[in-house]
C-alpha cells in the first residue's frame, strides 16, 4: 500500500458541520474529514468506473484521510496528543500523563500544581504548536420568496473555516491504478461542506511530494503507545459499537491495555447521505487525539497502520510511538523540542528589534474590550506571581502561622487600595508586637521571610496580597490538621 499527500487550499469559506442540529447556531469542525474527498470523487467513479467503484470506495483499497491545518502546506500536524498536560496557572511547564506514577501526583498535590489537559490545537514534526484554525461567523435568515424578504423568526448562524488556510491530507492506495482513477476526480477546483451552491466551499486540491511526518521513537520494552491519528470505531464480538477495544483490535499481537495510564475521549455522529437525502447510522468513535498505553505489547514495523472500522473514510489510521510523546521516564516531563521563534519571550534580551506596539482602540467598544483585555492580562500575572511565591522555601516555613494570622492579613489587603500604606499596616501596626510577634513572627525569620515575598510583588498591588494571604491560610489550616 502506497500513501499519497495532497494539499487543500480554502478558497472561499468552508462550512462543515459538527452537529446534526438545524436550530441555534452550528459550528464548524477545525479539520475537513476524509467523507468530504470520498464525496468528491463518489459520484465520477460510479458513472465512469462503475465495475470498480465498490473496490475503491467501499473496501478499504483506498482511504480517504482527514485533512488537518498546515503552517506551509507541506507539513503534516496531527491533533493535540491528550496525555499531555499543563498546570493550570503556570503553562510554561508539560508532562506525559503515561510516565506519571502515585509519587508524582502526591508531589503535585503538595505544591499546588493542577493538572489540565491538552485538548485542542495540533503539534507538528517540527515542534510548531498550531491553534485552531482561524473561523468566521455570520448570521444568515431564511427567504419569503413570495414577498421577497427574510422570512420572521427564521433567523440561524453559520461557523465556516475561513478562505485562505492551507489543509494537508493524504490517500492510502492499494494499487497505482486506483490512484490514477482517483486523482482523475480529485485534483483540482472542487466544493466541499455545506451551502455549496452558495458562497461556500470552493477549495483547490493539489498532490504535494516528501511532505514532513511524525518519527517515532524507542520506548521501554515493556509497554507501547497507541496515539489515535484519526477518529477510530471498533465493533465487538457482538457487532455493537465499542470504546474498549482489545489490544489486537490496535493491530498488536498480545499484550494489555492500562486503561489508568491510558487518555481516551469519546465522540458520536451521524454522517449526511447525500443521495439518500439521510443520515447515516450513528457512529460511536474514540477521538483522534487520544492514546493507549499498552504492556508488553511489541509496535508493528509497518510505517502504514490502520485499524477498525470506516477506513476508506479516513477512520482507524494509529501511530506508534510517535516523536511528540517522548518524555522523560523518571519525572514524567515533556521532552520533545519545540520549534522557538528567534523573537519570542525566552530570546527576549538577544533581540534587537523593538517590540511593535499595537495603537490604541479609539472607538467605545474598542476601549472597552482593551480595557477587558488589559485586566485579564493583570489577573493572569497575579496568579503566576502567587503560583510562584507559593513554591518558595521562605513561603514553607510561613506555613506554620496561624490562619488566623494569615486571615488578619488578607482584610487588611481587602480594605485598602494603597501598597505603601498596606506595607505600614502589616509590618509596623499587626506583626510588629504582641504576642503574635513573640509566639510566631519572631521564630525562623518569619518577618524578613514576608517582607521579602511584599517587596518582589509590590507591582500587583494590595490584590495580590489579599489572594496571596488567602492561599497562605489555606496552606496554614491543611498543616494544622495534620498534626
Excluded at 87 to 99: A, F, G, N, P, S
Excluded at 313 to 340: C, H, M, Q
Aim: hydrophobic letters at 30%; one cysteine or more.
Amino acid at each position: 500500500m502506497t500513501e499519497q499527500y495532497y494539499k487543500c487550499t480554502l478558497l472561499s469559506d468552508v462550512v462543515l458541520n459538527n452537529k446534526m442540529a438545524t436550530e441555534g447556531n452550528m459550528t464548524t469542525l477545525d479539520y475537513i474529514a476524509g467523507s468530504n474527498f470520498l464525496g468528491i470523487v463518489a459520484n465520477d467513479i460510479y458513472i465512469n468506473h462503475k465495475e470498480k467503484a465498490y473496490k475503491i470506495l467501499h473496501t478499504g483499497d483506498v482511504s480517504f484521510g482527514d485533512a488537518h491545518i498546515s503552517l506551509d502546506g507541506a507539513e503534516v500536524s496531527y491533533a493535540m496528543p491528550f496525555s499531555l498536560f499543563k498546570d493550570k496557572l503556570d503553562k510554561t511547564k508539560t508532562w506525559v500523563h503515561h510516565l506519571l506514577d502515585k509519587h508524582h501526583f502526591d508531589n503535585f498535590r503538595e505544591k499546588g500544581i493542577q493538572l489540565k489537559q491538552e485538548r485542542s490545537g495540533y503539534l507538528t514534526s517540527s515542534g510548531h504548536i498550531l491553534e485552531s484554525p482561524k473561523k468566521n461567523f455570520v448570521l444568515k435568515s431564511a427567504q419569503e420568496r413570495e414577498e421577497r424578504r427574510s422570512k420572521d423568526g427564521a433567523m440561524f448562524g453559520f461557523e465556516s473555516l475561513k478562505a485562505g488556510q492551507v489543509y494537508v491530507f493524504s490517500i492510502r492506495y492499494e494499487n497505482a491504478e486506483y490512484q490514477e482513477i482517483v486523482e482523475k476526480f480529485l485534483i483540482g477546483n472542487k466544493r466541499i461542506g455545506k451551502s455549496k451552491t452558495a458562497q461556500y466551499g470552493q477549495v483547490d486540491i493539489q498532490p504535494i511530494a516528501n511532505p514532513t511526518l511524525i518519527k517515532t521513537i524507542e520506548t521501554p520494552q515493556n509497554y507501547t503507545i497507541v496515539y489515535a491519528e484519526s477518529n477510530l470505531c471498533f465493533f465487538n464480538e457482538f457487532g455493537q459499537t465499542t470504546f474498549q477495544p482489545k489490544p489486537k483490535d490496535l493491530g498488536l499481537s498480545g499484550g494489555e491495555i492500562c486503561w489508568k495510564k491510558s487518555q481516551i475521549r469519546t465522540y458520536a455522529y451521524s454522517p449526511w447521505n447525500g443521495i439518500r437525502n439521510t443520515p447515516n447510522t450513528q457512529r460511536d468513535c474514540i477521538l483522534k487525539g487520544s492514546v493507549f498505553y499498552v504492556k508488553d505489547a511489541v509496535a508493528p514495523e509497518d510505517k502504514i497502520n490502520s485499524v477498525g472500522e470506516y477506513q476508506p473514510e479516513g477512520l482507524g489510521r494509529v501511530i506508534y510511538n510517535p516523536a511528540f510523546l517522548k518524555g522523560n521516564e523518571s519525572d514524567g516531563d515533556w521532552t520533545f523540542d519545540l520549534f522557538k521563534e528567534h523573537n519570542n519571550s525566552d530570546d527576549k534580551e538577544e533581540s534587537t528589534q523593538p517590540a511593535s506596539k499595537e495603537p490604541e482602540p479609539t472607538s467605545d467598544l474598542g476601549k472597552f474590550l482593551n480595557g477587558l483585555k488589559k485586566q485579564k492580562d493583570k489577573d493572569l500575572a497575579i496568579s503566576k506571581a502567587i503560583h510562584k511565591a507559593l513554591n518558595l522555601e521562605s513561603s514553607k516555613e510561613l506555613m506554620k502561622i496561624t490562619p488566623s494570622q494569615w486571615g488578619g492579613i488578607r482584610a487588611y489587603a481587602e480594605n485598602t487600595k494603597d501598597i505603601v500604606e498596606l506595607e505600614k499596616q502589616i509590618f509596623k501596626d499587626f506583626i510588629s508586637h504582641g504576642v503574635a510577634l513573640e509566639r510566631y513572627w519572631s521564630k525562623g525569620g518569619r518577618t524578613q521571610k514576608f517582607q521579602a515575598i511584599f517587596d518582589d510583588n509590590k507591582q500587583h498591588g494590595t490584590i495580590f496580597f489579599a489572594k496571596y494571604a488567602a492561599e497562605m491560610a489555606k496552606e496554614a489550616q491543611k498543616l494544622k490538621n495534620k498534626k
